[in-house]
């Protein structure tokens, strides 16, 4: 099978990259088998701390690969029409609390915007276009529809969603859709240098800080606040407390282990 996706890890920070330049990096079936199993090896990665998502080539992703022949880019499911899983990939929602960098390279359209709504940092070339297409060929948009709402206010979510427009980096940074557009030759050695930054906090605190945030608005105040203390306590057991509190009286860096 043809590699269209590939996995480097570096100093805890794992790169992702979507390898079908020749598509724009579109998806289908097999490349969705693929992304599927590189986010669970980066989930269950304890080496990997931080994760950077990018494609090669003139795109970071188009989408879905329509003229494909090896099956849709959803995934291929047993089971009835109806009743298939709906958390089927990390851009659907598959929980990933370590955190992930989107550093967007090019065109990133459908399915590539909607992984973009569940990253936690969008780095964008100044050459990046955003846009869901999808109503134009007479498709709803569907999670993206559910996320990018939360990410971005509504009449420029809506706008997006409802007219199939594309819009450029500077743009997607006015709307606070990226946080940052760079020099197209200097993006990787920004999110790189992102990561290095990520990197210096405690794994799994990190990772219990962004569950918190994550899971926080779906809660009530008291019910968030009882949770948030007892992923406190539960954090406050592991190693890397201790490893976190020794440091700081002895006045040196910690010496993270993520356990």
């Known amino acids: 099978m043809e ?28 490349m969705r088998e693929q992304i599927n199993a590189t986010f669970t090896r980066f989930r269950e990665d304890d080496d ?15 989408g879905a690969d329509l ?9 291929d499911f047993p089971g009835s029409f109806w009743e298939r899983p709906t958390v089927n990939s990390f851009e659907s929602g598959w929980e990933i609390n370590k955190p992930v960098i989107a550093a967007v390279n090019g065109h990133c359209l459908g ?10 940092f969008v780095i964008a070339s100044e050459r990046a276009t955003f846009g869901f297409p999808e109503v134009t ?19 420029y979510a809506m706008e997006l969603l409802l007219t199939g427009e594309r819009i450029d980096a500077a743009r997607a940074k006015e709307i606070g859709l990226a946080g940052w557009v760079v020099p197209h030759d200097e993006l990787l050695g920004e999110a790189r240098a992102l990561a290095a930054r990520l990197v210096r906090a405690a794994p799994l605190a990190a990772r219990a800080t962004k569950e918190m945030a994550v899971r926080a608005p779906g809660l009530g105040a008291v019910d968030a606040i009882r949770f948030g203390e007892t992923m406190r306590r539960v954090a406050a057991a592991t190693e890397d407390a201790a490893e976190g509190a020794a440091a700081f009286r002895e006045g040196r860096d910690p010496v993270w282990r993520a356990r």
């Open 48 to 62: 990997a701390w931080v994760a950077i998502v990018t494609g090669s080539g003139r795109a970071f992703c188009v």
């Open 67 to 75: 003229r494909s022949e090896t099956g849709s880019a959803a995934g």
């Open 111 to 120: 399915y590539g915007l909607t992984l973009v709504t569940w990253c936690d």
């Open 137 to 155: 060929v007479g498709i709803p948009t569907i999670v993206g529809a559910i996320r990018l709402p939360q990410k971005i206010n509504w009449q």
């Open 3 to 30: 590699q269209t996706v590939r996995y480097d890890l570096a100093d805890h920070v794992a790169t992702i990259t979507y390898d079908r330049p020749g598509k724009l990096n579109a998806i289908d079936g097999a």
